[in-house]
């Protein structure tokens, strides 16, 4: 009886390949996202304001963290709970797939997250004018929550390590 639960158990694990399957189709629609932006912006970058431009250039950059994030996700979840990925030799293969634990993955997210946020903090503080001082200071505050929580994360793994 025990094998049986622990074989279903185990075997459960594929429950998350349409998961991941599904980050796909989320890239796949953050890049269309993506390229809409581009194309609403190319017939006004001669009218745009030079702020308002790198506004948008930090958005696309946003969309690419994100992306990256969602590929990191998807690959390395794959391979570290469901099943390893198989790539013929000579083909294309990311340097850090297959060596990426789930401590790092978990890392690797939280230094996106930061990133993320860090952009999205940029963005606010070149439009500052147009928020309330304790709006500005609540972006802060959820910012360094995402900072210290990173650093915590990174730590305990740290520790973990020993």
């Known amino acids: ?8 158990l185990y075997a459960s694990r ?7 399957l599904g980050l796909s189709a989320g890239l796949l629609i953050l890049g269309i996202k993506f390229f809409q932006e581009v194309i609403h912006v190319m017939p006004l ?15 696309l950059i946003d969309l690419s ?13 794959y391979e ?29 997210v939280a230094a996106s997250i930061v990133a993320i946020s860090s952009i999205h903090l940029l ?12 709006q500005l200071k609540w972006f802060v505050i959820i910012h360094m929550t995402f900072v210290l929580s990173a650093i915590g994360m990174a730590y305990v793994d740290r520790l973990n390590r020993y």
Do not use: C, R
């Open 45 to 59: 970058i001669f009218e745009t304001k030079e702020t308002d431009l790198v506004l948008i250039i930090l958005g």
């Open 65 to 77: 963290l994100v992306g990256g994030l969602i590929v990191m996700v998807m690959l390395s979840g």
């Open 80 to 108: 570290n709970f469901v099943s390893t990925i198989d790539i013929k030799e000579g083909d294309e293969k990311l340097s850090w797939l297959g060596k990426m634990d789930a401590g790092s993955l978990k890392q690797k």
């Open 1 to 8: 009886m025990e094998s049986i639960a622990e074989k279903f």
């Open 14 to 20: 594929w429950l998350l390949a349409p998961i991941y």
């Open 123 to 134: 963005k606010i503080f070149m439009n500052a004018h147009t928020y309330e001082y304790d």
